[in-house]
Every structure is written in C-alpha cells, then in structure tokens.
C-alpha cells in the first residue's frame, strides 16, 4: 500500500530556504513518477516539479533555477529544496505519486501537504 507523508514546511522570510521531504512509503521508483505540486489559497493545484527514477526533472517555469527535486533511495524520498523563496510561494505543497509501470498503471496517490509561507 503506497502511503505519501510529507514533512519539512514552515514559516521563511523572502529570500530563505526550506526542504521539503516526502516520505514514499510503498513505492518502488522505478513504477512510478514523482512530483511535487502546490495550491494556494483560491487558486488550483499546480505542479512545479517531475522526477523519474532516472532523475531526469522538469520544473514549472516558476520555480525553475530556485527549486530541485531529488530522489533518496537510501531514505525512500523525494526532496524538494526550495531556494530564494518569495512570497509567492506562499502555498499548501503536495507529494504525488502517480504509476507509470505494471499492473494498475496510471493510479495517483496524493500526501496530505505541508503548508509553507513566506513573510517578513
């Protein structure tokens, strides 16, 4: 059973950084993709950065060069280092993991979000 827990978010002035961790219990990187999205207050989840088990990643444009998502095998995680943060990143961040191989392809598992906010 894939279970996402997602931890590390917090309160940064503009300008910090915090890393972001999901906990990817269940999974074997290699059937699955790994994102990480975010949704802020009145707006729709949005997903700012892709992972495969090869590591290739894919950003949206507004976070590309300030965020980098990695995968630890050792810790079965995903990491989302967040860099130069701005207010605008002031969001609810989520862990998804969405099947890509085998038998129940293209399933979408969700973590319950970590909340993150920028202000000074």
């Known amino acids: 059973q894939v279970h996402l827990v997602e931890s590390g978010g917090g309160s940064v002035q503009p300008g910090g950084s915090l890393r972001l961790s999901c906990a990817a219990s269940?999974?074997?990187?290699?059937?699955?993709?790994m994102a990480w999205y975010r949704q802020a207050p009145g707006k729709e989840r949005e997903r700012i950065a892709l992972?495969?088990?090869?590591?290739?990643?894919i950003y949206a444009n507004s976070v590309k060069g300030r965020f980098t998502i990695s995968i630890d095998n050792a810790r079965n995680t995903v990491d989302l280092q967040m860099n130069s943060l701005k207010f605008d990143d002031k969001a609810a961040y989520y862990c998804?993991?969405?099947?890509?191989?085998?038998?129940?392809?293209?399933?979408?598992?969700w973590g319950q979000g970590t909340q993150v906010t920028v202000s000074s």
């Open positions: 998804n993991a969405r099947k890509i191989r085998g038998v129940n392809k293209d399933l979408n598992y």
């Open positions: 269940g999974v074997i990187f290699s059937l699955y993709v």
């Open positions: 992972i495969n088990d090869g590591g290739a990643a």
